[in-house]
């Protein structure tokens, strides 16, 4: 099949190359021609696992091609994937800007009978929103379905090949049944493919999303209770857990979700909810307790050294907002560093991949470590933002040696207390108690 995909980021480029993988012909469109350029030589943009090897096989076998020519593209294609950026708007809403222009170019370029597919996460009635747009602008018949995308960051290639479930939202049976033709390939384990209704289909997403991030603050929740109690939220964690109805998946208490999704369509559902005339207070608390949450570390600190952070030195281990991606967008590593910075404090930042990102933020502000170790170098105490395997069992008589003195604060609670407290650590973690080496 001919395919264009409209934006090479996370969602455009996964969803690009793993098509072309199974043999259709692929054009990716994007507005920044650096990424474009870059991409075209093999250059991976972003860092996601087994993302580079697809990209350059699918570029030399010529399945696989990139271009900032919107004609072209969508001459190209006879289906049209969306995968542009919704970020939030001041009041919670998605922008959906961005998707306007790039869909009245679409329409007025189509040369033939074209099927388009919200694949960006938009909130419900964007589809027949979109419908209205392009029909006075285009000469032939353009099919608007959505088609949700579920993949997470760090194992996106993965989860795209072999989803759990794929959802196409429409009423159309013949854009069905192209969409069911093209994820064939990728649920040959019998995993469903779902068709529901448009309107269905672009709630099930941001249901999805917020489900997960309600159970992230649920755990954050019952993690504050925890400690103030003196209980170890892990051992209150494995006894939920095993509780078939809950399961112990998304039950990690931490500092808090961030990337560029949960965040934004928290919010955007709770807009919607509003807008509805429904009541959206589950999700303004489960956001409320996050934005809390991802300040919770930088307040432990100051309470530590009580409130004299100038002149001390951090070294923080960990950037992105998860593991195995580069991506920072609203990690929660960043409210940290501003919130050390504030208060005068410096900042040796490492992260395995996402540094050039960092820079970005904050310039010469951090010094910026490529190996973990050297960020102890000086440092007052170690912050850990993020549960990169490398730091789940370092050398802790090298850290110990490394700092001015033995102080961790444990943002994703990566070891034991009571071994730490042995080796003569002052250890802080999330919903258990501290211990003082
Ligand atoms: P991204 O910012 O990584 O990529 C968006 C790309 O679109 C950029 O490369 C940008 O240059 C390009 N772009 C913007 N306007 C354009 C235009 N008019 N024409 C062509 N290209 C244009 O975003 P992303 O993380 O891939 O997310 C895209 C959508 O998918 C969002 O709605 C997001 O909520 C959703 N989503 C993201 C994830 C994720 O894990 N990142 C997962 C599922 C769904």
Not at 257 to 279: I, M, N, T, W
Not at 365 to 382: P, V
Not at 403 to 408: G, R, T
Request: proline share 5%; aromatic share 8%.
């Amino acid at each position: 099949m001919k395919i264009t995909v409209v934006g090479t980021g996370y969602v455009g480029l996964v969803t690009g190359v793993c098509l072309a993988d199974t043999g259709n012909h692929v054009v990716g469109l994007d507005i920044d021609p650096d990424k474009v350029a870059r991409l075209s030589r093999g250059e991976c943009t972003i860092f996601e696992p087994g993302l580079t090897d697809l990209l350059v096989a699918n570029l030399a076998a010529g399945r696989f091609k990139l271009t900032t020519n919107l004609v072209e593209a969508v001459h190209h294609a006879d289906v049209i994937f969306i995968c542009i950026g919704t970020p939030p708007k001041a009041d919670g809403s998605a922008d959906l800007s961005h998707i306007e222009k790039a869909v009245q170019d679409i329409a007025r370029a189509v040369n033939k009978k074209t099927i388009l597919v919200m694949k960006s996460t938009v909130p419900v009635g964007t589809g027949q929103w979109v419908e209205k747009l392009v029909a006075p602008l285009a000469r032939h018949p353009i099919t608007v379905i959505s088609n949700p995308e579920f993949l997470k960051e760090g194992t996106a290639v993965n989860d795209f090949q072999k989803p759990d479930r794929v959802v196409i939202g429409t009423e159309d049976e013949d854009a069905a049944a192209v969409m069911k033709q093209l994820y064939q390939p990728f649920v040959r384990n019998n995993h469903p493919v779902i068709v529901v209704r448009r309107a269905a289909s672009e709630m099930v997403k941001y249901a999805a999303n917020c489900y997960l991030a309600t159970r992230i603050s649920f755990i954050n929740h019952i993690a504050n209770i925890c400690e103030k109690l003196g209980i170890d939220v892990n051992e209150v964690r494995q006894g939920i857990g095993y509780d078939v109805r809950i399961g112990s998946h998304f039950m990690y208490p931490g500092i808090g979700y961030g990337g560029s999704c949960f965040p934004k369509d928290v919010q955007a559902l709770a807009h919607v909810a509003r807008e509805a005339g429904a009541d959206g207070e589950l999700l303004e608390l489960v956001h409320a307790i996050n934005e809390k949450q991802k300040s919770l570390l930088a307040d432990r600190i100051r309470s530590h050294y009580g409130d004299k952070l100038a002149g001390k030195t951090f070294a923080v281990w960990g950037i992105a907002f998860k593991p195995r991606t580069d991506d920072i967008r609203e990690a929660p590593a960043l409210r940290i560093i501003e919130s050390l910075l504030a208060a005068g404090a410096k900042v040796r930042a490492a992260d395995p991949k996402s540094l050039d990102n960092l820079r970005k933020e904050f310039g010469d502000q951090l010094a910026y470590c490529g190996d973990a170790y050297d960020a102890l170098t000086g440092a007052d105490a170690l912050v850990i933002c993020t549960e990169w395997n490398e730091y789940r069992t370092p050398d802790f008589e090298r850290i110990k040696s490394s700092l001015k003195s033995p102080v961790i604060f444990d943002g994703r609670n990566l070891y034991d207390p009571a071994y730490l407290k042995r080796l003569g650590f002052t250890y802080y973690s999330i919903g258990r108690p501290a211990v003082k080496g």
